[in-house]
């Protein structure tokens, strides 16, 4: 018997043509070619934390809107949180050591800042400033106003006139070093370092959201840091710690609080080594201090700040800041001058005596800032608008008294020289207060509370300041003259409006000098861009 299958005329048909019609659907599936489709999207965030760039995709310390380097319209650099990390910088004289154009002029303990010729007298902190010491006569009577690095995600740095978004702009330029701020994500770093000179530095930075549902971050940043020199006995210690909250108000309203407090004591290597003369050289080691054991420098600084943030629809945006701050700083010191000038024929060295100066400022500042775009002529323009109000009062007492020469080469004065190092002479010879055997550098240190038996001076000095300042500007009108060519131009109204106050008493004995003033600035600038 024979079997086999059998297949209908039918079928045979039907499977042919189902498999012509998958044929001609795998051509034209492989003949089809889809439009090319571009996304194109461009970053305003001013954050360089964990971006691994050495620049920024936008910044606000010029016109007060998020503008990128490229289109900011004067001379700006930025030390990013790349470069800090990468170079171990921690300090903000050694981040400006690595920015074009700026002059770091070191004063004993402390840096003075320059650009373009002039003294950077203020630093930003999140476009708030603060009064710094710019030249050398004034840091004796100026509270210490910089602070740690740890506690900030980058530095933008601005050559020339801020005007605009700083009430009293120096020409020099200025500092604005941004706050790091609350992330999202929970994160937790820290670091360890050790330096030549017996220097050891500790951090500790911590981030995240504080409730499941991540409408509240906090980040909280610690650093303790010891630092030692070349120069015997110079050395400096000092602790940070930083705390601050993001609060969401909505799904458009952000409130942000934070505080700041560090501490810093430090032992200053005032003027350096005494130079001597041609004919009395001293030949001292490099290492040597020529300063009184007692000597420190101790600074303070309390700044507590809060930011309510409000997005409005179209594009506009609400800044409100309040911001208080309180620096104090102590100093005392007695040291040989280093001065050639401050010596006589015979030989004898002009000492700086003994002073101290106990200064203190607080300062409040009040800071709006409203962005936003609008349409008009057919082109989208960018506005910005801000007020400012400061108001600052500082108090520096000093106590001072310079009539003190020392002659190597007089066995009745204060110094006689011995193996090229001078040594103190008998106690009893001294015309202003006792010493003791010098050994290495040891003054007894004066009794303040009783200097007025003694030849010395006592200066208070008061000074108390008003601020407030407006302005606004227009940026990025694009006009179309020619098809096929853009010409792009740029206008900025600097200081449209900007009233001051100003209110200056000093009380020096009984001589007071007042000084009022409302000066008022109006500048336009035009850039046209091909």
């Not at 620049?55 to 700006?76: C, D, H, I, K, N």
């Not at 409408?215 to 020199?229: T, Y």
């Not at 309510?308 to 005392?332: C, I, T």
Request: charged letters at 20%; one cysteine or more.
């Amino acid at each position: 018997m024979k079997t086999g299958i059998l297949i209908s005329p039918a079928a045979v048909l039907l499977a042919a043509f189902s498999a012509a019609a998958a044929d001609t659907g795998d051509k034209e599936a492989q003949s089809a070619q889809l439009e090319e489709v571009r996304v194109q999207g461009e970053s305003r965030s001013t954050r360089t934390e964990h971006r691994d760039s050495f620049t920024t995709s936008a910044m606000r310390t010029t016109t007060g809107l998020a503008l990128s380097p490229q289109e900011t319209p004067q001379s700006v650099s930025v030390v990013t949180q790349t470069l800090l990390d990468g170079r171990g910088i921690t300090n903000l004289e050694d981040a400006l050591r690595t920015t074009t154009g700026v002059t770091v002029l070191r004063d004993s303990d402390r840096a003075r800042f320059q650009s373009r010729g002039f003294y950077i007298d203020q630093i930003e902190e999140d476009g708030i400033a603060s009064a710094i010491s710019g030249h050398a006569g004034e840091t004796i009577h100026n509270a210490e106003s910089l602070t740690d690095l740890a506690l900030y995600d980058h530095i933008e740095v601005v050559r020339g006139a801020t005007g605009l978004t700083q009430a009293d702009g120096e020409p020099g330029g200025t500092v604005n070093a941004v706050r790091k701020r609350p992330t999202a994500e929970r994160s937790f770093g820290g670091g360890l370092s050790f330096g030549r000179f017996d220097t050891y530095r500790a951090d500790i930075d911590a981030s995240g959201r504080l409730n499941a549902a991540g409408s509240i971050r906090g980040r909280f940043v610690a650093a303790a840091e010891k630092a030692g020199s070349f120069v015997s006995r110079v050395n400096s210690r000092q602790h940070l710690l930083y705390g601050v909250a993001d609060f969401d108000l909505g799904d458009n309203t952000v409130l942000t609080a934070g505080a700041v407090q560090q501490k810093r004591r430090a032992v200053p290597d005032i003027y350096g080594l005494p130079r001597g003369s041609v004919e009395n050289p001293l030949d001292l080691p490099r290492g040597s201090y020529s300063g009184a054991y007692w000597n420190n420098s101790r600074f303070s600084k309390t700044n507590v700040f809060a930011e309510l943030r409000h997005r409005f629809g179209g594009n506009w945006r609400l800044s409100s800041q309040a911001d208080y701050r309180r620096d104090r700083a102590v100093r005392e010191y007695s040291a040989l001058s280093s001065t050639r000038s401050w010596q006589n024929s015979n030989g004898s060295i002009w000492g700086s005596g003994s002073r101290r100066s106990d200064n203190t400022a607080r300062q409040a500042t009040f800071h709006n800032i409203l962005t936003g775009s609008f349409q008009a002529l057919g082109r989208s323009h960018d506005v910005f608008a801000t007020y400012t109000y400061t108001r600052r009062r500082s108090r520096s007492d000093t106590m001072q008294h310079w009539d003190l020469w020392i002659d190597p080469n007089d066995p009745n004065n204060q110094f006689c020289a011995g193996q090229g190092w001078p040594v103190w002479c008998t106690p009893e010879l001294s015309r202003d207060f006792p010493l003791h055997p010098f050994n290495g550098a040891l003054i007894p240190r004066p009794q303040w509370d009783k200097l007025a038996e003694l030849d010395y001076r006592y200066n208070p000095i008061r000074n108390q300041a008003h601020l407030r300042q407006g302005g606004y500007t227009l940026w990025n009108a694009d006009v179309q003259y020619v098809p096929g060519r853009n010409l792009r131009l740029s206008l900025i109204a600097d200081n449209l409006f900007d009233k001051r106050y100003f209110e200056n008493n000093a009380n020096r004995g009984n001589g007071s000098d007042n000084f009022y003033g409302t000066p008022r600035t109006l500048a336009f600038k035009l850039g046209w861009q091909f």
